[in-house]
C-alpha cells in the first residue's frame, strides 16, 4: 500500500513565500508523475503543477513564474516552492501520484491535503 503525506502548509501574508512537500511511502512500485492539486473554499479542486519522470513541469496559468515543482526520485517526493503568494492561493492542496505498481497496473494516490492561508 502506498501513502502520501503532505507538510509545509500554513497562513503567510500576500506576497510571502511557502514550500510544501509530498512524500510517498509503501515498497513495491515507481511513480509515473507528480501532481499538486488545490481546492480553494467553496470551489472545485484544479490542478496546480504536473511532474514527470524526466522532470519536465507544467503549471496552471495562475501560478506560471510563481510556483515551481520539483521532485527527487530516489526519496520519492515532490515539492511545491510557492512565491508571490496572492489570496487567491488560499486553499487545501493536495499531493497526487501516478503509482505504478511492480505486481502490475497503475493508480492514483491522494494526500489528505494541508492548508494554505494567504491573509494579512
Known amino acids: 500500500q502506498v501513502r502520501l503525506v503532505e507538510s509545509g502548509g500554513g497562513l503567510v501574508q500576500p506576497g510571502g513565500s511557502l514550500s510544501l512537500s509530498c512524500a510517498a511511502s509503501?515498497?513495491?512500485?515507481?511513480?509515473?508523475?507528480m501532481r499538486w492539486y488545490r481546492q480553494p473554499p467553496g470551489k472545485q479542486r484544479e490542478l496546480v503543477a504536473t511532474i514527470r519522470d524526466g522532470a519536465y513541469a507544467n503549471y496552471a496559468n495562475s501560478v506560471k513564474g510563481r510556483f515551481t515543482i520539483s521532485r527527487d526520485n530516489a526519496k520519492n517526493t515532490v515539492s511545491l516552492q510557492m512565491n508571490s503568494l496572492k489570496p487567491e492561493d488560499t486553499a487545501v492542496y493536495y499531493c497526487?501520484?501516478?503509482?505504478?505498481?511492480?505486481?502490475?497496473?497503475?493508480?492514483?494516490?491522494w494526500g489528505r491535503g494541508t492548508q494554505v492561508t494567504v491573509s494579512s
Open positions: 509503501g515498497s513495491g512500485f515507481s511513480i509515473n508523475a
Open positions: 497526487n501520484a501516478e503509482i505504478r505498481q511492480w505486481t502490475g497496473g497503475t493508480y492514483d494516490y
